[in-house]
C-alpha cells in the first residue's frame, strides 16, 4: 500500500492535472478525517452506489462539482499550499454540495447553488479556522453554516425548492413512543446507515464502502466509526428516541464522526482516551436531537452541527490524554483534518 501511494505522489508532483486529482480525493477522504487518495476513492464509490440505489444521480454529479469548484477557488485564494494538497479546503465543499442537491429540488437554480456554496465554504473555512484555531480546528462548521444559510434562504427564493426538507412547526409536549424491543436486524441497519449517513446516504453498501475506504487509511479510524456508530444506536434506543430515526442512520452519523475525531485524530487510542471518546460519542446523540428539536420551527435539518459542538467541548479542556502533539492540531500542517 505504501509503495503505491509513493508511487501516486510521485506521478502526483510530475503533473498538475494528476496532482488537482490527487487534492480532490484526498478532500473526499478528508471528511472522515482521511488524508488518502484511495480512501477517497472507495468514498465517492460510496456516494455514487448510494445516490444510485436511491434514484438520485443528480447528488453525487452535485457532490464532485462542488469539491472541484471548492479546491479551485482554495487556489485561486493561494491558501496555505500544504493544507490544500491534503484536502483540507475542499471536504466542506463536497458535503455542501451532497446536502443541497438531496434537500433541494432539481433545476438550473440547484447547480447556481452548488457552485455558489462550495466557493463560499472555502471562505467560511478560512475565518473560522482563524477564530477557532484553539479547538482544534474548523471540522465541518463551514458546511453546517453555508448549508444552513443556503437552505433558509430558499423559502425566500420562488427558484429554489425544498424537496426533502424536515417540516417546519412550533415545537409542541414531547409525545412518549411506545416501548419495543431491539431487534438485531434494527440494531446492524441502524450502525450501518449512521455510517453511511455521514455523507447523507442510507445504504449499507455504502457504509461497507465507507468502512473500506477507513481501513486502508486507518484501522483504528474504522474501529472507532464502527464503534461509535454501535454506541449510538444503543444509546439512543435505551433513551427511548423515535424507532425510525435510530434505524434509519439519523441519529448516528454525528457520533461516528465524533468517534473517529477524538479516538483517532486529536488523540492517540489508548484506554483513556476510549473512555472519554465513548462519553463524548454518547453525548453527541443526546446533542443530535436536542439540536433536532431547536431546528423545529426552521424546517432545516442539524447536518454534523452536533458532532462539531461536541468535539469542541471535549477538545476545549485540553485535557492530557496523551494526545497528538500541539502543533499537529493546527489546520495549517498537513497532520490536522476536518
Do not use: C
Amino acid at each position: 500500500m505504501e509503495k503505491i501511494l509513493a508511487k501516486w505522489e510521485s506521478v502526483s508532483a510530475s503533473s498538475g492535472i494528476v496532482r488537482f486529482l490527487d487534492i480532490n480525493l484526498r478532500s473526499i477522504g478528508q471528511v472522515m478525517f482521511q488524508n488518502n487518495p484511495l480512501t477517497g476513492i472507495l468514498f465517492l464509490a460510496a456516494i455514487a452506489w448510494g445516490s444510485y440505489a436511491a434514484g438520485v444521480p443528480q447528488v453525487v454529479i452535485a457532490g464532485v462539482l462542488a469539491v472541484v469548484v471548492a479546491n479551485l477557488t482554495a487556489q485561486l485564494l493561494h491558501v496555505d499550499t500544504d493544507s490544500l494538497h491534503s484536502g483540507l479546503f475542499g471536504f466542506n465543499g463536497i458535503l455542501v454540495g451532497l446536502a443541497l442537491a438531496t434537500f433541494l429540488a432539481p433545476g438550473p437554480l440547484l447547480w447556481v447553488y452548488v457552485m455558489l456554496g462550495a466557493a463560499v465554504s472555502v471562505v467560511v473555512m478560512l475565518a473560522t479556522t482563524n477564530v477557532v484555531r484553539p479547538w482544534g480546528g474548523a471540522l465541518t462548521f463551514p458546511f453546517v453554516l453555508t448549508t444552513w444559510l443556503l437552505l433558509l434562504a430558499t423559502y425566500g427564493f420562488s427558484g429554489l425548492a425544498g424537496t426533502a426538507l424536515p417540516s417546519g412547526s412550533v415545537v409542541t409536549a414531547f409525545q412518549p413512543y411506545e416501548a419495543s424491543p431491539l431487534q438485531l436486524i434494527d440494531l446492524a441497519q441502524g450502525v450501518f446507515l449512521s455510517i453511511s449517513q455521514v455523507f447523507l446516504k442510507a445504504s449499507g453498501i455504502a457504509a461497507l464502502l465507507l468502512l473500506a475506504g477507513l481501513a486502508v487509511s486507518s484501522l483504528a479510524a474504522a474501529a472507532f466509526a464502527l464503534g461509535g456508530s454501535i454506541l449510538a444506536v444503543l444509546t439512543a434506543h435505551l433513551f427511548g428516541a423515535e424507532s425510525d430515526l435510530i434505524t434509519g442512520g439519523l441519529l448516528g452519523f454525528s457520533p461516528v464522526l465524533t468517534a473517529i475525531a477524538l479516538g483517532t485524530v486529536f488523540y492517540q487510542p489508548n484506554w483513556r482516551v476510549v473512555v472519554y471518546t465513548a462519553l463524548a460519542t454518547v453525548f453527541t446523540v443526546i446533542v443530535q436531537s436536542a439540536v433536532n428539536v431547536a431546528l423545529t420551527p426552521f424546517a432545516i435539518p442539524a447536518l454534523t452541527a452536533p458532532f462539531v459542538l461536541v468535539t469542541w467541548l471535549f477538545l476545549l479542556p485540553r485535557q492530557r490524554l496523551e494526545g497528538v502533539p500541539e502543533d499537529a492540531r493546527d489546520i495549517e500542517k498537513p497532520a490536522a483534518v476536518a
